[in-house]
């Protein structure tokens, strides 16, 4: 009788100790709750080099594009400079004959008949003066241009070259800030598990309470942030994660918003299975809304479209108070009237994404 009221005791420890991590409620034994001034920092840390990392490549593209205008204009100038040479050669030597043959054309003059003559011959000239200026000045121009736009390229291919470092640069801060929010993610997620596990491994732990501890456990490894790399960049990230989740949300009414989906995990450090796996259990991914486009039970808001509610959720879940990472102390902030039910719901929608 001892014995078995000691292993009921031990059992109901382990229980206890089970709850206590499921509900979080205690930080002094995890010690990796989200909701502390690291978490906000690391949050900021994210954003921030998202930011940076987003600014670098546009500017990058800006560049790219610049530089094949450039490239097209350059090769425009080198074709059409010979000829224009030629003519502007051929301008300045009528120029010289007229300067040091004006006698002839004084002659010309003396010798019309009439007022209108005189003037068609003052008109021919200026038009001849005028006409090889132009040339003079078009080979002078296009030379000046073609110069600028050589000096201008190779200005473009310098910065560009920066902007292409500063992305790499801004990319390993974003790897490292995100990977620093999986890490004390997957410590709150492992918690979990190992307590759980507890249960399961337990002699004395009855059928019910191994099989409780057996869904949480296998909830937790679906939801682990172990599934979620971050050594890639954002296009590539983009390019793996939006057709799963375009797979995953296809014939529901939010068909086709797999990009944006990943875009927004990306730029904030959240779990990019997460948001779509809260739209099936909120609304069954959007066919049930109870404010326009908001497929998540997302406070009272309306959005005008899937795209802007998806980024200001997926902004919201990479924040500290919910840590980017389905943990139980998160479906505690978002779903507190059923944070158990709500937490393995999501979980096993995560699993098929």
Not at 177 to 183: D, F, K, T
Not at 293 to 302: E, F, I, L, R, T
Request: charged share 20%.
């Amino acid at each position: 009788m001892l014995q078995h009221a000691l292993n009921r005791g031990i059992i109901l420890v382990l229980s206890s100790l089970l709850a206590l991590v499921i509900c979080l409620a205690s930080g002094g034994f995890v010690q990796t709750s989200l909701a502390d001034e690291e978490a906000e920092a690391l949050e900021a840390q994210v954003k921030s080099s998202a930011d940076a990392y987003n600014d670098a490549i546009s500017r990058q593209e800006e560049l790219t594009a610049e530089i094949a205008t450039l490239d097209a204009r350059i090769a425009e100038l080198e074709a059409k400079l010979p000829a224009q040479r030629e003519r502007s050669d051929e301008s300045i030597r009528a120029l010289y004959k007229y300067e040091y043959d004006s006698s002839s054309v004084l002659m010309m003059l003396l010798e019309s008949t009439s007022v209108t003559d005189m003037l068609a011959i003052v008109d021919s000239y200026n038009w001849i003066i005028e006409y090889n200026t132009t040339e003079i000045q078009s080979a002078i121009q296009m030379e000046s241009e073609l110069k600028n736009a050589r000096e201008k390229l190779a200005n473009d291919k310098a910065n560009v070259d920066k902007a292409a470092q500063d992305a790499l640069d801004s990319l390993q801060q974003a790897r490292e800030a995100r990977e620093r929010v999986a890490a004390r993610a997957a410590a709150a997620q492992a918690a979990e598990q190992q307590a759980s596990q507890y249960v399961i491994n337990s002699d004395s732990a009855s059928a019910d309470e191994k099989q409780a501890a057996s869904a949480a456990s296998n909830a937790a490894s679906s939801a682990s942030a172990s599934h979620v790399g971050w050594s890639a960049d954002k296009s590539d990230f983009v390019s793996d994660w939006a057709p799963r989740i375009d797979a995953y949300l296809s014939g529901s009414p939010m068909a086709g918003t797999g990009e944006y989906y990943a875009a927004a995990a990306w730029d904030n450090g959240v779990d990019p299975r997460w948001a779509p796996a809260i739209s099936y259990v909120e609304s069954s991914k959007g066919a049930v809304c109870f404010r326009s486009h908001n497929a998540w039970g997302y406070g009272s808001y309306s959005f005008g479209s899937w795209e802007e509610g998806i980024n200001r959720v997926v902004s919201a879940l990479g924040g500290s108070l919910y840590g980017g990472y389905l943990t139980r102390e998160a479906a505690a902030t978002y779903c507190p009237s059923n944070p158990g039910h709500w937490y393995n719901s999501c979980a096993e929608q995560m699993a098929q994404i």
